[in-house]
């Protein structure tokens, strides 16, 4: 990152029975029968020591509402198994039990798992509510051809994600990470330069086994091409390591409505060519999607945050991964610092910094991630987007809100 987000020199280092629908939580909605069933529509660390439609407005109609139905006594000799069914916008079916219904493996998964089902809505919402079997077991319109969900949709939830090889405590100031898997999903990633020069310049985090999240402005710097990423290092020079993985970038998904002038919508997400094999020393982070996790603003928490960028704004990078913990600033609070620079923080960023400006994100530490630990699992909250130079007393760094994009991030974790 540069002061205020600029352009800065490139430095050279690197997814029942008809007419009889109740429900207990009347926020799920009925939707009208069909036939004789009821169905549902469808940059460095300072201080060194479309198609798819997943937005937040989109009514989620959970298939698995089925499972709170209220049904009367005189319901349960009611058995609609085996009978013809029609979802909407959808053919034409039988009416199963849901292990009965041949259809992909992870739309059964999100069938019965709420956490993970609003991440594959898109593509299992026809599949419809049309009764029960001997009213108690419920049952689903399932098509006479299997659906399937593409195979990246890769909303990962924990153990399959966040989990350190090495525990983390409190780090009071900025320091070298020394053990292998402290942040196994950080990555490094490297550009070709026109000249054929290669030079490390900004960080990401790994969040599936071939997507990156980094930052939009990192995607195509001028002069620059992304070529590949480093997971799980802890040096650039790659010295006595082999724990690490490497993998060229196929693509890189710059958010559509990203400004540069502005760092507006400051993300992007790197497709990698092959997949990354996980192991304790290379493995992705959480995303917070879950409701209550979206929700949190995480003000006064000090997430961890890691990368390779400068020291100091013109002072030279390292070579070793560098950890420090920052506070998680209040947006009010933060507005009224950037206002004279006529900068605008919205409820899609999250600032962070301490007050006595020693400690900070700098140059080269654009796309790395703030990394908050929940419980025993590690989440990504933020991506390093600007600042005012680094380490400057009362600036606190500029960072995409990652809860503020969820619905996106679903949505480009795809492969072509």
Excluded at 9 to 14: E, H, K, M, S
Excluded at 389 to 415: F, L
Aim: with cysteine; charged share 20%.
């Amino acid at each position: 990152r540069g002061p205020l987000g600029n352009t800065v020199p490139a430095v050279t280092r690197r997814v029942q029975p008809s007419g009889s629908c109740q429900v207990f939580d009347s926020s799920f909605p009925l939707v009208r029968p069909i036939s004789t069933s009821t169905v549902m529509s469808s940059s460095r660390i300072s201080g060194v020591t479309n198609s798819r439609s997943l937005t937040s407005n989109s009514p989620v109609w959970i298939l698995i509402f089925i499972l709170g139905f209220y049904h009367s006594k005189a319901d349960e000799d009611y058995n609609t198994k085996g009978l013809d069914c029609q979802a909407m916008s959808a053919p034409s079916g039988k009416c199963l039990p849901l292990e009965e219904c041949m259809m992909h493996e992870d739309v059964k998964t999100a069938l019965t798992d709420n956490t993970t089902l609003p991440y594959y809505f898109d593509y299992v919402h026809d599949k419809m509510a049309c009764g029960f079997a001997n009213g108690v077991k419920t049952l689903i319109c399932c098509e006479n051809d299997p659906i399937e969900i593409p195979p990246s949709v890769n909303m990962l939830i924990p153990p399959e994600c966040g989990v350190q090889a090495i525990s983390t405590s409190r780090i009071v100031g900025g320091k070298p990470v020394t053990e292998p898997g402290t942040y196994p999903w950080l990555a490094e990633l490297m550009y070709n330069r026109s000249t054929g020069e290669q030079t490390w310049e900004c960080g990401g985090v790994l969040v599936s086994a071939k997507h990156i999240l980094t930052a939009a402005h990192c995607a195509n710097p001028k002069g620059l091409v992304m070529h590949k990423a480093r997971i799980g290092c802890l040096t650039l020079d790659n010295t006595g390591e082999n724990y690490w993985q490497e993998h060229l970038v196929k693509t890189v998904r710059e958010h559509k409505e990203y400004k540069p002038s502005t760092k507006k919508n400051d993300i992007a997400v790197a497709v990698l060519a092959t997949k990354v094999a996980f192991t304790q020393y290379v493995h992705p982070i959480c995303l917070p999607y879950q409701t209550e996790l979206r929700k949190e603003t995480f003000e006064k928490k000090h997430p961890f945050i890691a990368g390779w960028g400068r020291v100091s704004y013109d002072g030279a990078t390292s070579e070793r991964l560098l950890q420090v913990q920052l506070l998680v600033r209040n947006n009010d609070e933060c507005q009224g610092i950037y206002k004279k620079w006529n900068r605008q923080i919205t409820p899609k960023h999250l600032c962070a910094g301490e007050a006595d400006g020693i400690h900070d994100t700098c140059r080269g530490d654009s796309g790395a991630p703030l990394m908050q630990p929940i419980g025993n699992y590690y989440y990504v909250i933020g991506l390093v987007s600007y600042g005012y130079y680094c380490a400057v007393k009362g600036y606190p760094s500029v960072n995409v809100r990652i809860t503020e994009y969820i619905d996106w991030i679903a949505e480009n974790i795809y492969d072509e």
